[in-house]
């Protein structure tokens, strides 16, 4: 059974950093795809990052571009998230996915396996 676990989420000011974990277990991910994807109040969820387990090819939202990073931890089964100069508008429930045979990895329909999500608040 896959299970995604989140940590690292918080208040900070606006321009300070946050680091969020999502930690997999359950199987192997060598052929898959972690997202990460984020859903503010009364909004739709939408994509923020992805990283291909085999190779690590990263992709991004525009909107992220510059300021977040994902990466992965392969011995630990561990994707990370760093989120630098962070504004009021990433304030945001930040949920983290896996899944195999992705073929659109920004849409959150194609992942089947979803953390419980973290909460990240920016302050103005």
């Known amino acids: 059974q896959v299970q995604l676990v989140e940590s690292g989420g918080g208040l900070v000011q606006a321009g300070g950093s946050l680091r969020l974990s999502c930690a997999a277990s359950g199987r192997t991910f060598s052929s898959d795809v972690m997202g990460w994807f984020r859903q503010a109040p009364g909004k739709e969820r939408e994509f923020v990052a992805a990283?291909?387990?085999?190779?690590?090819?990263?992709y991004y939202a525009q909107f992220v571009k510059g300021r977040f990073t994902i990466s992965r931890d392969n011995a630990k089964n561990t994707v990370t998230l760093q989120m630098n100069s962070l504004k009021p508008e990433d304030t945001a429930v930040y949920y983290c996915?896996?899944?195999?045979?992705?073929?659109?990895?920004?849409?959150?329909?194609?992942?089947?396996?979803w953390g419980q999500g973290t909460q990240v608040s920016v302050s103005s």
């Open positions: 996915a896996v899944d195999r045979q992705i073929v659109v990895l920004t849409s959150p329909r194609e992942y089947d396996y």
């Open positions: 990283i291909r387990w085999s190779g690590g090819s990263t």
